[in-house]
């Protein structure tokens, strides 16, 4: 039921072109809700992949690998960096991408950890937790600022 409930409510943010910072598991739920596929695990289907999967006895803030943003995107734009050390807290993300999404941030071993739905005002997915670092680092907390005022 969980997915079903969030698969819709993505499915109508993004049709009513409703502001959205999809975290984590909605940034998968975001990709699945349009169209797109997942890496059921990571670290054993993935070619290359390196671990992501530090949510088992680790801090929640561990920074655990790099991403690297897409030049042009909303989220470079807005984090006003080309990469950034990240947490890592999932075994599961994108394979193929859904329709209307771009990929704006891929880990070092390619996956990817950012995307944007094309042509709407805000929303955005991230594979990481921004959510623990905004206290600490001005770039999150503009992601956050970003959000909100979409929101308004």
């Given at each position: 039921?969980?997915?079903?409930?969030?698969?819709?409510?993505?499915?109508?943010?993004?049709?009513q072109d409703?502001?959205?910072?999809?975290?984590?598991?909605?940034?998968?739920?975001?990709?699945?809700a349009?169209?797109?596929?997942?890496?059921?695990?990571?670290?054993?289907?993935?070619?290359?992949?390196?671990?992501?999967?530090?949510?088992?006895?680790?801090?929640?803030?561990?920074?655990?690998?790099?991403?690297?943003?897409?030049?042009?995107?909303?989220?470079?734009?807005?984090?006003?960096?080309?990469?950034?050390?990240?947490?890592?807290?999932?075994?599961?993300?994108?394979?193929?991408?859904?329709?209307?999404?771009?990929?704006?941030?891929?880990?070092?071993?390619?996956?990817?950890?950012?995307?944007?739905?094309?042509?709407?005002?805000?929303?955005?997915?991230?594979?990481?937790?921004?959510?623990?670092?905004?206290?600490?680092?001005?770039?999150?907390?503009g992601?956050?600022?970003?959000?909100?005022?979409?929101?308004?």
């Amino acid at each position: 039921m969980r997915d079903e409930v969030e698969i819709f409510v993505a499915r109508q943010a993004v049709a009513q072109d409703k502001p959205l910072l999809a975290i984590c598991r909605g940034h998968q739920m975001l990709n699945v809700a349009l169209g797109g596929s997942l890496w059921e695990d990571v670290l054993d289907l993935m070619p290359e992949a390196h671990r992501h999967a530090y949510f088992q006895g680790h801090p929640r803030d561990m920074l655990t690998h790099e991403v690297h943003f897409t030049a042009d995107s909303r989220l470079a734009r807005i984090l006003g960096q080309s990469h950034k050390p990240v947490n890592s807290l999932h075994h599961q993300g994108i394979r193929e991408l859904g329709a209307n999404l771009r990929p704006m941030a891929h880990a070092t071993d390619g996956l990817i950890e950012s995307v944007e739905v094309i042509d709407h005002r805000f929303a955005i997915g991230v594979q990481w937790h921004p959510e623990e670092f905004f206290r600490t680092d001005k770039a999150t907390l503009g992601l956050f600022e970003a959000f909100v005022h979409a929101c308004e």
